[in-house]
């Protein structure tokens, strides 16, 4: 894990240690180069994830002060459709991957998912339903969100080059805007709230924030590889 920022100017020094994290792009591959195949694939993996999108973030919510819980809940309102069932963010990736052939069944791509894709599922799952980590909980979130918007716009570019249906290019179009507003909520309202409250959980919140980039590029690492040889 590198050195982390001290602790005064928080939002910009935490903004500067995630635009400063240099490690391999699957969004940028899928953009240019992935073939179908290779993308399919990456979807297969991915629905561990977004089928149940958000809710590691729900589990640490009861164990956060007003303040923060209210906060959260204000992210989680939009993960989750503002209410209208259609809308939920796990919703749109069962219709994108319905539309594009794939199984929307929740853990029908369990057995060939790669140990990191269990590892950063695990990870969440830990830090979200454990008190003593819930900093770091929030800390992934911040980072996960921070790095989500322009990849997901690079993922949309290269779904609809490879003529993927509408609507699993709609998944990604609907996170380049909502995750740019979830950045700043993430980072300067839930965790510098968190922080202005109990300030001693600072490195926590950057441990968390490493390890979703860590993981993050444990994952794109191996497929890239992969698909290389």
Not at 16 to 43: C, I, M, W, Y
Request: with cysteine.
């Amino acid at each position: 894990m590198p050195e982390v920022p001290e602790p005064d100017g928080f939002a910009e020094k935490f903004f500067d240690f995630v635009a400063d994290h240099d490690g391999p792009s699957l969004a940028a591959h899928v953009h240019r180069k992935a073939t179908e195949e290779q993308v399919r694939e990456l979807l297969r993996h991915r629905t561990i994830y977004h089928l149940k999108e958000a809710d590691h973030t729900t589990w640490v919510i009861p164990r956060l002060s007003d303040r923060v819980k209210a906060a959260v809940m204000e992210l989680q309102f939009d993960e989750y459709g503002g209410g209208d069932p259609n809308l939920l963010h796990a919703h749109l990736f069962i219709r994108g991957l319905q539309d594009s052939g794939l199984n929307s069944e929740y853990g029908a791509y369990i057995n060939e998912a790669p140990l990191e894709v269990l590892e950063e599922n695990n990870a969440m799952s830990l830090f979200g339903l454990n008190r003593r980590l819930r900093a770091a909980s929030l800390g992934f979130l911040a980072a996960f969100e921070a790095t989500s918007s322009g990849p997901s716009r690079r993922m949309a570019q290269g779904l609809k080059r490879l003529g993927f249906p509408e609507s699993m290019i709609e998944y990604y179009t609907e996170h380049v805007e909502a995750d740019a507003v979830h950045e700043q909520l993430a980072v300067r309202t839930i965790c510098g709230a968190l922080l202005e409250e109990e300030p001693d959980l600072h490195d926590d919140v950057y441990f968390g924030a490493w390890t979703s980039l860590d993981l993050e590029d444990r994952y794109a690492e191996r497929m890239l590889k992969q698909w290389a040889a």
